[in-house]
């Protein structure tokens, strides 16, 4: 574990551990929580990777579930426990309604960790080929989940509606993103723009109402 970015975060500013490897993904929360008074890691950063067995029923258990693993792991550090550290995590998916709302919390493991996404989104498409447009609503969803150094939850959760594509495009998103259709843009989530996507996706919305959370937070503690 790298501790020295932890231990040498700067007079005023709380530790913010955002429990991702996904580069992508920390490029939007970084992008989003710009100018709260933290210093925001992810665990690459920190050199460390989760063990958190997502067990959980719905997307709120789950980033409980991976928030609390890395906090429960740097408290038991002698040198970490004094610090104020916020950890945060995210569980998000899509949620068909052709298909009863899956993959829902099992998005990132349907049909194997091992399946790359062009894999999962070719087959969404061919299950849903049949499908007409009006019956091919779909919703991400996110929840992300802040233990704050107490240990005490912050939870947000927000969605984005859309349907899913008849066929994949788009290049500025990851995951699901290029089979994602936003009706009111004529667009997958793949195909606008990175800073518009932050505007209205599941996980920008969530980034928003959890950094309003935090700022209240913080505010009262004095940072």
């Given at each position: 574990?790298?501790?020295?970015?932890?231990?040498?975060?700067?007079?005023?500013?709380v530790t913010v551990i955002f429990a991702t490897e996904n580069e992508n993904k920390m490029v939007e929360i970084r992008e989003i929580m710009e100018g709260l008074p933290i210093k925001l890691l992810s665990l690459k950063?920190?050199?460390?990777?989760?063990?958190?067995?997502?067990?959980?029923?719905?997307?709120?258990?789950?980033?409980?579930?991976?928030?609390?693993?890395?906090?429960?792991?740097?408290?038991?550090?002698?040198?970490?426990?004094?610090?104020?550290?916020?950890?945060?995590?995210?569980?998000?998916?899509?949620?068909?309604?052709?298909?009863?709302?899956?993959?829902?919390?099992?998005?990132?493991?349907?049909?194997?960790?091992?399946?790359?996404?062009?894999?999962?989104?070719?087959?969404?498409?061919?299950?849903?080929?049949?499908?007409?447009?009006?019956?091919?609503?779909?919703?991400?969803?996110?929840?992300?989940?802040?233990?704050?150094?107490?240990?005490?939850?912050?939870?947000?959760?927000?969605?984005?509606?859309?349907?899913?594509?008849?066929?994949?495009?788009?290049?500025?998103?990851?995951?699901?993103?290029?089979?994602?259709?936003?009706?009111?843009?004529?667009?997958?989530?793949?195909?606008?723009?990175?800073?518009?996507?932050?505007?209205?996706?599941?996980?920008?919305?969530?980034?928003?109402?959890?950094?309003?959370?935090?700022?209240?937070?913080?505010?009262?503690?004095?940072?």
């Open positions: 574990m790298n501790k020295e970015e932890i231990l040498n975060t700067p007079s005023g500013e950063d920190i050199g460390i990777r989760s063990q958190a067995e997502e067990t959980g029923a719905t997307f709120s258990e789950n980033s409980e579930i991976k928030a609390r693993d890395i906090f429960d792991r740097l408290r038991a550090d002698k040198e970490l426990s004094k610090k104020d550290i916020i950890v945060m995590a995210d569980d998000s998916g899509l949620c068909i309604d052709a298909l009863h709302g899956a993959p829902g919390v099992l998005s990132a493991r349907w049909l194997g960790h091992d399946t790359g996404y062009d894999e999962k989104n070719r087959i969404v498409l061919e299950r849903l080929k049949d499908v007409p447009f009006e019956k091919r609503g779909a919703a991400f969803v996110c929840d992300i989940c802040a233990v704050l150094p107490d240990g005490s939850v912050l939870h947000a959760e927000e969605e984005m509606r859309g349907a899913i594509a008849e066929h994949s495009a788009g290049e500025n998103g990851f995951g699901y993103d290029p089979i994602f259709f936003l009706p009111e843009y004529g667009k997958t989530s793949s195909e606008i723009p990175r800073e518009e996507k932050n505007r209205i996706s599941h996980r920008g919305k969530a980034l928003k109402k959890m950094s309003e959370s935090l700022k209240n937070y913080l505010k009262k503690a004095g940072c």
